[in-house]
T-cell receptor
Framework: KAGVTQTPRYLIKTRGQQVTLSCSPI?????VSWYQQTPGQGLQFLFE???????NKGNFPGRFSGRQFSNSRSEMNVSTLELGDSALYLC?????????????FGQGTRLTVV | QKEVEQDPGPLSVPEGAIVSLNCTYS??????FMWYRQYSRKGPELLMY????GNKEDGRFTAQVDKSSKYISLFIRDSQPSDSATYLC??????????????FGKGTKLSVKP
């Protein structure tokens, strides 16, 4: 069974640009959550999508947005990039069945903003 | 006070030692508790998943949850050099829309010396 796939693995962008990251969840998983990981703040929750709807949102500015498609694949977009957006961006998928919270992570996309 | 506190280490032990990793938390609504292992430049890998209080054992790993003390532990028996990684605790309230929002500790870096 294939795991969570994130593309691309590495990105270098210039301040002010925008970027789109992609996440394909485990087959049958309907929930996708996104996290930002930095050495200083650790793993922080960005948002969760379930059945193409944003179900929960963390404390990040509106420059961070996402969406989910009917096949459960999800994209995350960051506009007007800042140097502080450099981080490892991780997505996690879950079946999102009743009471289930086991989340499985992808390898992440390492974003460097210069 | 952060919601989840975890000693960042680093923790260095000889091969074969018993390792104890811990997290404390402040939110009494947390019901689901997880331990993840993260190797350098990789995504977190789910090790243990526990609901409410109690113990759970899986091979060399034992997870303990004490909700009355708001304290969780992960024990690794007969530690191996391949266990060298960062260990992250994570928690969730696990109700409705908050299930996809995991709150993480900052991680403990473990090194097992041959």
């Amino acid at each position: 069974k294939a795991g969570v796939t994130q593309t691309p693995r590495y990105l270098i962008k210039t301040r002010g640009q925008q970027v789109t990251l992609s996440c394909s969840p485990i087959s049958g998983h309907r929930s996708v959550s996104w996290y930002q990981q930095t050495p200083g703040q650790g793993l922080q929750f960005l948002f969760e999508y379930f059945s193409e709807t944003q179900r929960n949102k963390g404390n990040f500015p509106g420059r961070f947005s996402g969406r989910q498609f009917s096949n459960s694949r999800s994209e995350m977009n960051v506009s007007t990039l800042e140097l502080g957006d450099s981080a490892l961006y991780l997505c996690a998928s879950r079946t999102a069945g009743r009471g289930d919270t086991e989340a499985f992570f992808g390898q992440g996309t390492r974003l460097t903003v210069v | 006070q952060k919601e989840v506190e975890q000693d960042p280490g680093p923790l260095s032990v000889p091969e074969g030692a018993i390792v104890s990793l811990n997290c404390t938390y402040s939110n009494s609504a947390f019901q689901y508790f997880m331990w993840y292992r993260q190797y350098s430049r990789k995504g977190p890998e789910l090790l243990m998943y526990t609901y409410s209080s109690g113990n759970k054992e899986d091979g060399r790993f034992t997870a303990q949850v004490d909700k009355s003390s708001k304290y969780i532990s992960l024990f690794i028996r007969d530690s191996q050099p391949s266990d060298s990684a960062t260990y992250l605790c994570a928690m969730s309230e696990g109700n409705g829309g908050s299930q996809g929002n995991l709150i993480f500790g900052k991680g403990t870096k473990l090194s097992v010396k041959p």
